[in-house]
């Protein structure tokens, strides 16, 4: 079955970056988008990021332009998220997710958590 | 891009019957959109994708309780007979050529 294992919670200080993995299994990897969506305390779903698994071109939201970078790793099937300069806003729970063409699969979300 | 609105909250009794909408911004009103369910401290499980024509195709295992449907601009879920475990926050995505979009979510009671 499809399966996104993300990495885990994650402790960063404002201006700091932080790096998020997706560990992709059960599926051709090669079909599909992966992208990442975040939902901060009690808020709904932004989506920020997406890469074709296949090409490796990207797609970036406005609001993240400069500060996120996705990559892939297609002997490991996994799927990386980098976000620089971090400030409190940032803090939220970060979701990978699958496409083809519809969300239909997400992976279980890391805690990310800005604090000085 | 396209742009979805829901409702913020929408509350049925434990055995009925509710509809939640989510609806398209103008021009957009052709689009296909999915419908994603999010229990409490989960993270969010993909229901149904649902065109306009109001076909739609949902994810393995979803009950047949759910089902979708299309007006215009207007893409609905509806749940039947609704159970406890269906109070949850339900967003609607939709997707462009370089973007995605996610409705601001209904909260749904169950009383």
């Known amino acids: 079955q499809v399966q996104l294992v993300q990495s885990g919670t994650e402790v960063k200080k404002p201006g700091a970056s932080v790096k998020v993995s997706c560990k992709a299994s059960?599926?051709?990897?090669?079909?599909?988008?992966v992208h990442w969506v975040r939902q901060p305390p009690g808020q709904g779903l932004e989506w920020m990021a997406m890469?074709?698994?296949?090409?490796?071109?990207?797609t970036y939201a406005q609001n993240f332009q400069g500060r996120v970078t996705m990559t892939r790793d297609t002997s490991t099937s996994t799927v990386y998220m980098d976000l620089t300069s971090l400030r409190s806003e940032d803090t939220a729970v970060y979701y990978c997710?699958?496409?083809?063409?519809?969300?239909?699969?997400w992976g279980q979300g890391t805690l990310v958590t800005v604090s000085s | 891009q396209p742009v979805l609105t829901q409702s913020s909250s929408a509350s049925a009794s434990l055995g009925s019957s509710v509809k939640l909408i989510c609806t398209l911004s103008?021009?957009?009103?052709?689009?296909?959109i999915a419908w994603h369910q999010q229990r409490p401290g989960k993270a969010p499980r993909y229901l149904m994708k649902?065109?306009?024509?109001?076909?739609?195709n949902k994810g393995s295992g979803v009950p047949d309780r759910f089902s979708g449907s299309s007006s215009g601009a207007d893409r609905s879920l509806t749940i039947s007979n609704l159970q406890s475990e269906d109070e949850a926050d339900y967003y609607c995505?939709?997707?462009?050529?370089?973007?995605?979009?996610f409705g601001g979510g209904t909260k749904l009671t169950v009383l």
């Open positions: 997710a699958r496409s083809g063409p519809a969300v239909d699969s």
């Open positions: 059960g599926y051709t990897f090669t079909s599909y988008y």
């Open positions: 890469i074709n698994f296949n090409s490796g071109v990207t």
């Open positions: 103008s021009g957009h009103s052709s689009y296909i």
């Open positions: 649902l065109e306009g024509s109001g076909s739609y």
């Open positions: 995505e939709t997707w462009d050529t370089n973007t995605r979009v």
